[in-house]
């Protein structure tokens, strides 16, 4: 695969980004591409490595390693070094039904678990697959291909999210007739109004879509099942049933004064940036705005970061970003080797701008909110922050943050942006399939299957895992898609 010499040949390299004080000016995606010719070197380091982890998508330890998709990257890195984009196409479609989006929106797990990565730096896999399906869209092999034959089974998709998405797209092309139903005024769930327009422009998601439409893929757009669409209508009127609407409860902050006006969860704040930014490119009041604010956002995950970002470029007047636990380590430790997931410290692109414009990194770690503030008329004006430390529990064994006493101190805050995660499926949705749910309130299923407990109905996605990565969803759509497809058909080729 690849040139045998090609990682000693070439030193790697990656899609550079604009400068910080380029970039905040606007919310447009602020990475230039490789050329073809830098692309197609970066393909010759992908050496003939035996055992190609990065496609293994496999637990070791207590994460995964390599893509959960099983992308067969050693093989389309090797095409495009030798020039043939069309075919390096064809292998990645087999596994990805959206390189569009994991090029974007991916923490790369391929590349953290790459051989050069070992003892050097890893092969630049994620700004290759992005060459390869924006050379696709450019050169026309990205074009619709519709189904020639259809089964006439029907299918409802509840929730256009990349799970939903997947897997409509793997039901089309076998040939069933699928309907996707999705809440919001836009489709794309969580690649819509979750990620930011800077890691995602929303363009690219309706390119996809657009694609998807004439392949024969339904889409009904302000349909939300259990509230203005019945479900007995839906279980009538489809052969199955997938649910695909996400982990969207957020997790909530419980402490005295959280009633005061200016604490959002951090989903809203994103979606209300996202919306204003399409509907009327951000006129002031239609969007909650952090502009000469003290922001606060509590949570240190994708989300968080994605917090801090969006409010540079409303123009904050500082950003605050709280983390419960204590900071990683900056390198691999000996109990954390390759290739298992480096659980290290990342400095992700807001806290890179934060730390340029004011100056110093935005995270606080081991620190959590004990009080909020807020004046007369309920107007949020501060918050009392206090430290915390590891303990480990007698009964349970498991390591506890717990408060450090006399360590409280007050901060100014005029907006609080909570992004501590989300704890599971929406109940009205769940209750009104009358789905069993399980103690996080994912749906429950038996082991390594997508089937529910109610006749044909299936869940995929955040819904059935927890809250996950975009690849984790698509993994989902795929498979449940071929679990459906199986039930319908008795057999699968999916």
């Known amino acids: ?73 050693p093989e389309w890195n090797d095409l495009i070094f030798k020039g043939n984009w069309e075919q390096a196409y064809n292998r990645l479609r087999i596994t990805n039904n959206f390189p569009e989006f994991t090029s974007r929106v991916c923490p790369a797990l391929c590349e953290k678990a790459c051989t050069c990565g070992a003892t050097g730096d890893a092969v630049t896999v994620r700004a290759n697959e992005y060459g390869i399906i924006e050379n696709a869209y450019e050169e026309g092999y990205a074009a619709a291909r519709i189904p020639k034959v259809r089964t006439g089974k029907k ?72 509230r203005n669409i019945k479900v007995s209508d839906i279980l009538n009127n489809f052969d199955r049933v997938i649910l695909a609407c996400g982990a969207s409860n957020p997790r909530d902050i419980k402490v005295t004064g959280r009633e005061a006006n200016g604490i959002y969860f951090a989903v809203d704040f994103l979606k209300s940036t996202t919306k204003s930014l399409l509907d009327n490119d951000l006129q002031t009041g239609t969007y909650i705005s952090a502009k000469d604010k003290n922001v606060m956002v509590i949570g240190g995950g994708d989300t968080g970061n994605d917090c801090v970002g969006t409010s540079i470029r409303h123009g904050a007047k500082s950003v605050l970003q709280l983390e419960m636990m204590p900071k990683l380590p900056d390198k691999r430790t000996s109990d954390n080797p390759w290739p298992q997931w480096p659980r290290i410290c990342k400095t992700d692109y807001g806290q890179e701008e934060a730390i340029e414009i004011f ?79 399980n103690s996080r309130t994912n749906v429950a299923t038996e082991e390594t299957s997508h089937k529910t407990n109610i006749k044909n109905v299936f869940v995929a996605g955040d819904m059935h895992r927890g809250q996950s990565l975009v690849v984790w969803a698509i993994r989902e759509g795929r498979d449940v898609a071929k679990e459906v497809d199986k039930s319908l058909m008795g057999y699968t080729n999916l």
């Open 155 to 226: 299918i409802a998709i509840i929730g256009s999210g990349p799970s939903g998405l997947a897997a409509a797209d793997q039901l089309n092309q076998r040939g069933h007739s699928v309907t996707v139903f999705e809440r919001s005024d836009r489709l794309g769930g969580l690649l819509m109004y979750g990620i930011p327009n800077m890691k995602l422009e929303k363009d690219i998601i309706e390119r996809k879509i657009s694609i998807m439409e004439e392949e024969g893929i339904k889409f009904k757009t302000c349909a939300d099942v259990g």
């Open 1 to 73: 695969m690849g040139k045998s010499t090609g990682f000693m040949d070439y030193r790697r390299k990656d899609a550079k980004a604009y400068s910080v004080k380029e970039r905040i000016k606007n919310f447009n995606e602020f990475h230039e591409s490789l050329s073809k010719i830098e692309q197609e070197q970066q393909g010759a380091r992908c050496m003939d490595c035996g055992v190609p982890f990065c496609q293994a998508g496999m637990q070791i330890g207590s994460s995964f390693s390599g893509c959960p998709l099983n992308n067969l990257i």
């Open 359 to 437: 100056g110093h990194d935005p995270r606080v770690y081991q620190t959590t909110v004990k009080e909020f503030i807020s004046d007369k008329k309920g107007n949020l004006t501060g918050a009392v922050l206090v430290k915390l430390r590891p303990e480990k529990n007698e009964k349970t064994g498991r390591i506890m943050m717990q408060p450090v006493e006399g360590s409280e101190y007050k901060v100014d805050t005029e907006l609080v942006l909570i992004a501590a995660g989300f704890l599971g499926a929406e109940s009205y949705v769940t209750n009104a399939f009358g789905v069993d749910v």
